[in-house]
T-cell receptor
Framework: ETGVTQTPRHLVMGMTNKKSLKCEQH?????MYWYKQSAKKPLELMFV???????ENNSVPSRFSPECPNSSHLFLHLHTLQPEDSALYLC???????????????FGEGSRLTVL | AQSVSQHNHHVILSEAASLELGCNYS??????LFWYVQYPGQHLQLLLK??????LVKGIKGFEAEFIKSKFSFNLRKPSVQWSDTAEYFC???????????FGTGTRLTIIP
């Protein structure tokens, strides 16, 4: 039990589909993150939300669209993806963000995305 | 931009062997340093972290890491590994006051019983 729940765990979609990944944290944290984990590459930060406001967009293509309706929920809306977008998408949360001196990330188990 | 290098991609050890995994980073300012571990089929979880103070930090399951500022290194160590330590280990760096946590490519550790 991680305290950060991601759904779906696996998703297969075509290049013309629209789908969404969902993340929910039960830790009372105020910051949430999307990371992309591809084989043989470092985890890549995609987006950061602090108190529901987007504070980082790490040059992510517009076919990925995040949404943070409240501090507990984070979505990643996907549309017209490419096969190279296939990866494990990880959601994480932290109490008050990493700019505090005690910040650390708590990760979910990830959503494995395959784009055909 | 900061970067993190983990030179060992795959390490294979026998049980009871000593472990040291290398981590070097490139960033000139103050940093917070982390080691995360991902056991097979499980989520990434924090192993240990360094923010300030004693450069030798101890984490869970007998792991420790030493921050050597002059070498920009934060190597992970364990004196005697167990089969249950089989996992992927990620070093990560966060510049002080910054939201970005930059990860290395990870080191896969396989322990042979």
């Amino acid at each position: 039990e991680t305290g950060v729940t991601q759904t779906p765990r696996h998703l297969v979609m075509g290049m013309t589909n629209k789908k969404s990944l969902k993340c929910e944290q039960h830790l009372g944290h105020n910051a949430m993150y999307w990371y992309k984990q591809s084989a043989k590459k470092p985890l890549e930060l995609m987006f950061v939300y602090n108190f529901k406001e987007q504070t980082e967009n790490n040059s992510v293509p517009s076919r990925f669209s995040p949404e943070c309706p409240n501090s507990s929920h984070l979505f990643l809306h996907l549309h017209t993806l490419q096969p190279e977008d296939s990866a494990l998408y990880l959601c994480a949360s932290s109490q008050d963000g990493l700019t505090t001196n005690t910040g650390e990330l708590f990760f979910g188990e990830g959503s494995r995305l395959t784009v055909l | 931009a900061q970067s993190v290098s983990q030179h060992n991609h795959h390490v294979i050890l026998s049980e009871a062997a000593s472990l040291e995994l290398g981590c070097n980073y490139s960033y000139g300012g103050t940093v917070n340093l982390f080691w995360y571990v991902q056991y097979p089929g499980q989520h990434l979880q924090l192993l240990l972290k360094y923010f300030s103070g004693d450069p030798l930090v101890k984490g869970i399951k007998g792991f420790e890491a030493e921050f050597i500022k002059s070498k920009f290194s934060f190597n992970l160590r364990k004196p005697s590994v167990q089969w249950s330590d089989t996992a992927e280990y990620f070093c990560a760096v966060n510049p002080f006051g910054n939201e970005k946590l930059t990860f290395g490519t990870g080191t896969r550790l396989t322990i042979i019983p």
